[in-house]
């Protein structure tokens, strides 16, 4: 551990050290304190619940056999290099722990990736995410599995895309046309589709659901007025035993209504766009913890779902089955997609390298000033 607060300090200046790890020690006592109110009251809030019979176990529901599970994530990275940007998003679709596998058809390849070089703008890296989200959603709605997980809230790809689309349109109308831009334009009729599709969850034989890691919503905490500091996740963490579940709870509504652009005045994409805001406005979450080694999940479900405690129970056996191993504290197939997709920033470097060597295959003058412009400053990622 010495050593390796050595090698992590070793650019920093001595004082700024010290100064930051006394001051580390006096957050340490705040979240002490934030924490400690929490085991308090433990006993109170969890009477909350009972009293409201939001706790339920998953033991009351009717026993349903393993169903078959995948896992879908993707990221995205932006390279700075000196004369252009280098972009790539990617989206991974994995199976779950085997028995049981899914027999079905299931459509190969199990990604999708986006690879292309772009202008100099600060705005590409919204643009590829939208991409991104794009992929994730095609792959969850081809899944033929009994559940498909997906990281994050459901909300999230709503949010990304408006944000892409209003940015592609806006290069649109400067007379902008981006590779990465026409890609997102080409892929959006697709995308309500799938987003709609997942969102509903209309079939009865398979169900998609979002695992949030990180969430600032509070249904329960408005509910019971808990306090702010934490959100329900945190607070359920403290309170849920192994087994135990939340009974579905709306999810949240934000303070503004949902909106989502559309790049064209189609009248299918239009309808699609409300369709997509309606269901939206009747997801649910439920809060489970399936055994002493993980954290609470918090899952987000379409209310055909919800209503409907036979698809409860084959949600949560899905979810107990896929972690089940301790030491990884997420669904199983999540985990190892999330493993993958971390790694394309990473990888971005030797994508540049195999396209700076082509270049120098091609290129008749000085190789020199090839190397100058495809020389790389900074990567930004994300999922």
Known sequence: MEKSNKILFAELPEALVEEMLSKSEQVGDKLYDAFKEIQNNKARLREQLEQKNILKKDTELPYVSPPTTCGIDGSYAVEKLLATDFVACAAVSIEGLTPPSEKRF??????????????????????????????ELELAAKAPHDIVFLDGSLTTPLIY??????????????????????????????????????????????????????????????????????????????????SEFTSPIPLEKPQQTWHLRIPSN??????????????????????????????????????????????????????????????????YPLYIADRMVKHLGGAIPAFRQTATRRMTELHKGDIGEIFFSMHGYRTESGR
Do not use: C
Not at 184 to 198: A, P, S
Not at 229 to 242: E, F, K
């Open 161 to 242: 895309m408006n944000q892409a689309i209003n940015k592609m349109l806006e290069w649109k109308n400067e007379g902008i046309y981006t590779e990465v831009g026409e890609e997102l334009e080409k892929r959006f009729g697709g995308f309500l589709e799938d987003y709609k599709t997942i969102l509903e969850s209309s079939r009865t034989d398979k169900m998609w659901v979002s695992l949030p890691k990180y969430t600032t919503r509070r249904e329960l905490g408005k509910m019971f007025n808990w306090p702010s500091h934490y959100d329900d996740r945190a607070v359920l963490n403290t309170i849920l035993l192994p």
């Open 106 to 135: 299931w459509e190969k390849p199990y990604h999708r990736v986006f690879i292309y070089p772009e202008k100099h703008d600060p705005d590409t890296g919204t643009i590829i995410r939208g991409v991104m989200m794009e992929m």
């Open 266 to 331: 189609e009248k299918k994409l239009e309808t699609l766009k409300d369709e997509i805001i309606s269901a939206i406005t009747r997801l649910y979450v439920i809060y489970y913890r399936p055994h002493n080694w993980t954290p609470v999940f918090r899952i987000e479900i379409a209310s055909s779902v919800a209503e409907n405690n036979s698809r409860i129970a084959i949600l949560l056996q899905g979810l107990k089955y896929q972690s089940g191993t301790p030491g990884i504290i997420e669904p």
